[in-house]
C-alpha cells in the first residue's frame, strides 16, 4: 500500500518570487494536517523522485515563469506518464520538473496522482521576499491544498486546482 500525501515545495528563497515553492511549505506547517509529509526541495530529480515516490499522492508547488500569464496566476497540471515539455521553471533549477517526472516514469517510480501547482513569477533575481502578486498566489495555494488534503482524508478522490 502507498504511502499518503506528500507536498513538495521546490523552489530558493534566496531567487525572489522562486521562494513560492518554499512559502507554502512554511504555510502549510502551521496548517493542522494529518498524514501529509511537507518537503522542501531545490528541484534535483533524484531527490524528488525519492520524495514522491509509493504516494496516494503529491502535490508540488513550484514557480514558473511562462511569459504567458500574469504574476502570480496559479497553473495546475494533473501529471499524466508523459514529460511536461521544454521551459517553464524559473531558471534555479538543474533541471525542467518534466524531464523528473520523465525519469521517475521510465524507472516506475511515479506516485498514484500527482498535481503541479505552478506559480507564474514576477522577479527572480537575488534577494527574499515575494512580490505581492506572488504572496497572494502563495496564499490561494495553500488554501486549496488544505481543503484537497482534508477532502482526500474524508475519502474524496477529486484533485482540484486553486482558482486563478
Known amino acids: 500500500?502507498?504511502?499518503?500525501?506528500?507536498?513538495?515545495?521546490?523552489g530558493n528563497p534566496f531567487r525572489r518570487?522562486?521562494?513560492?515553492?518554499?512559502?507554502?511549505?512554511?504555510?502549510?506547517?502551521?496548517?493542522?494536517?494529518?498524514?501529509?509529509?511537507?518537503?522542501?526541495?531545490?528541484?534535483?530529480?533524484?531527490?524528488?523522485?525519492?520524495?514522491?515516490e509509493q504516494r496516494r499522492l503529491a502535490v508540488v508547488v513550484d514557480a514558473l515563469h511562462t511569459h504567458r500569464a500574469p504574476a502570480g496566476y496559479v497553473h495546475r497540471r494533473l501529471m499524466s506518464h508523459r514529460p511536461l515539455g521544454p521551459g517553464g521553471s524559473a531558471g534555479s533549477h538543474a533541471m525542467d520538473l518534466g524531464d523528473a517526472v520523465a525519469l521517475a516514469r521510465e524507472l516506475d517510480r511515479l506516485p498514484d496522482r500527482m498535481l503541479l501547482l505552478g506559480i507564474e513569477v514576477a522577479d527572480t533575481g537575488y534577494g527574499i521576499g515575494l512580490t505581492p502578486a506572488v504572496a497572494s498566489?502563495?496564499?490561494?495555494?495553500?488554501e486549496h491544498i488544505v481543503a484537497a488534503v482534508r477532502d482526500i482524508a474524508a475519502g474524496g478522490r477529486t484533485v482540484r486546482g486553486p482558482s486563478a
Do not use: F
Open 1 to 10: 500500500m502507498n504511502l499518503p500525501v506528500v507536498v513538495i515545495g521546490v
Open 137 to 142: 498566489a502563495v496564499d490561494r495555494v495553500v
Open 17 to 52: 518570487d522562486d521562494g513560492a515553492g518554499p512559502a507554502v511549505i512554511e504555510r502549510l506547517g502551521r496548517a493542522d494536517l494529518t498524514g501529509v509529509d511537507l518537503a522542501e526541495s531545490d528541484g534535483e530529480p533524484a531527490a524528488l523522485i525519492t520524495l514522491w
